[in-house]
């Protein structure tokens, strides 16, 4: 015999329900393998379960004494088919889809192997196709049913989260836990048919997504990559789902290759309406990576985004915090040389500026693009305060004048830079905003009292100075 056939044999063996033994093995009788498939098929055929155990033990004789054959294997498979019928509980249809593969497996090797005489390999064809087709059909309905599941495990989380009765609460609960349970059971009955189909993976993925259990989501879906052939849809979601679980860093790699498929696609790239969701996904990467403070690679990305979206004013506010980080750490690096070595000092210092005048362009452009955003206004307005340039200072602090009347701290900036740029009337107006607001700020109270002072108000120095006291 043949090694794959005493494997296969050996194989078929092991798969036997205990206990089945031939009435004709016990009397030593070696039947035909026409006559033990044609009482196979009796027993098959009468419906009742309990001579299935006869059956198989016929089969079961055939392939120890005659080796792998076709219409035997064949009805050894439809046993498997009847049975899962026949049984309610999906836990218990697990072990017997599993032997329903094995056998159907065996079936094709059968067929392929041109060692098995050809006697024996007969309607192999049609014998395949049917058995091929039921597997279909029973794939379908388990992977239906679970995906039916993921929707109403998703509604009764909602049902759960707004739920305040404790005893409504339970009862969802437990209804929630017995529609996971049988998704997982129906997607593994899937699995068990087409362990190569990673839409059962992402199926699972999605049902303890639902439930909050992103770790065990995050395996099923990495299982669901070493799968699928569309990678780029599996890629997102594991990201997403690193995102969920504050996991940054580990959505890095994902986001990195999602994007090097989708911009080397032409026949996305080359659509306008597909740019943003691009730029999107980029935009995300970056904040993964300054979360993980890979600065300098979020940073290059950002530069890559404005190649696309140059008025992205997110990006563009991104990319001037990076510059004045860089300025701030080159300003810490000359502090270090201040005293101790005057060419390093310089070259720090020259960093410096030039680090906080790049953040300086990067900050006008965000504000120009969105002058409604205080938050833009403020970074470009301190950004230009530290560069001395206060007339443009002046410009984005009298914004947020504008935005937000009620900030103190602003209308004293805008007057400091009123008053480094000698225009005294418009200083003295924002310092009497802010010190309106603000009456207890002792140091403005002074400076407003000196600058009146030098206006020649002394009427209201007068009250200043009463105010101090």
């Not at 290759?257 to 691009?278: C, F, K, L, R």
Request: proline share 2%.
């Amino acid at each position: 015999m043949k090694l794959f056939n005493k494997y296969l044999v050996l194989g078929l063996a092991a798969l036997l329900l205990a206990g089945a033994v031939s009435v004709d093995a016990k009397k030593g009788r070696k039947l035909q393998p026409g006559a033990a498939i044609s009482s196979a098929k009796i027993e098959i055929l009468s419906g009742e379960e309990e001579r299935i155990n006869t059956a198989i033990a016929l089969l079961d004789t055939l392939f120890m004494n005659w080796g792998p054959h076709a219409e035997g294997l064949y009805w050894m498979t439809q046993i498997q088919v009847d049975l899962i019928g026949k049984r309610a509980d999906l836990k218990v249809k697990l072990p017997l889809v599993e032997r329903m593969v094995a056998y159907s497996d065996s079936l094709g090797m059968c067929c392929e192997n041109k060692d098995v005489k050809k006697k024996y390999r007969k309607k192999c064809d049609d014998y395949i196709e049917e058995i091929d087709s039921l597997k279909v059909l029973f794939w379908r309905d388990y992977y239906n049913s679970g995906v039916s599941q993921i929707d109403d495990v998703g509604n009764l989380m909602e049902y759960v989260a707004q739920e305040t009765d404790s005893s409504a609460l339970a009862s969802y609960q437990s209804e929630l836990d017995a529609k996971l349970d049988s998704c997982k059971d129906n997607m593994t009955l899937a699995i068990a048919i087409d362990s190569m189909d990673a839409r059962t993976y992402v199926g699972l993925a999605s049902a303890y997504e639902k439930t909050q259990d992103m770790a065990t989501s995050r395996l099923w879906l990495e299982k669901a990559l070493d799968k699928t052939d569309n990678r780029r849809e599996v890629l997102i979601q594991l990201a997403y789902n690193s995102i969920q679980s504050n996991d940054y860093c580990d959505a890095i790699p994902y986001f990195n290759e999602y994007i090097d498929i989708i911009t080397a696609d032409d026949g996305v790239m080359s659509n306008p309406d597909n740019i943003p969701g691009v730029v999107g996904t980029m935009y995300n990467l970056t904040i993964c990576y300054n979360n993980c403070q890979r600065y300098g690679e979020a940073y290059e990305l950002s530069q890559t985004i404005l190649t696309y979206d140059p008025e992205n004013s997110e990006v563009l506010q991104g990319s001037g915090r990076y510059h004045n980080q860089m300025a701030r750490l080159a300003n810490d690096s000359a502090n270090v040389y201040k005293e101790s070595d005057r060419e390093k000092f310089d070259h720090w210092t020259a960093q410096k500026d030039i680090r906080f005048d790049s953040a300086r362009v990067f900050l006008k452009q965000a504000f120009e693009s969105d002058p409604n955003n205080k938050s833009y206004a403020d970074e470009y307005g301190v950004t230009c305060a530290i560069l001395r340039k206060f007339d443009e200072a002046a410009v984005a602090f009298s914004r947020i004048s504008e935005i937000d009347p009620s900030d103190s701290q602003n209308w004293s900036s805008l007057g400091d830079c009123y008053l480094s740029i000698q225009k005294f009337d418009e200083a003295a107006n924002a310092y009497e905003e802010a010190v309106e607001l603000d009456p207890n700020n002792k140091s403005v109270v002074q400076t407003l009292r000196d600058l009146h002072h030098q206006l020649g108000n002394s009427a209201r120095v007068a009250e200043l100075e009463a105010q101090l006291k």
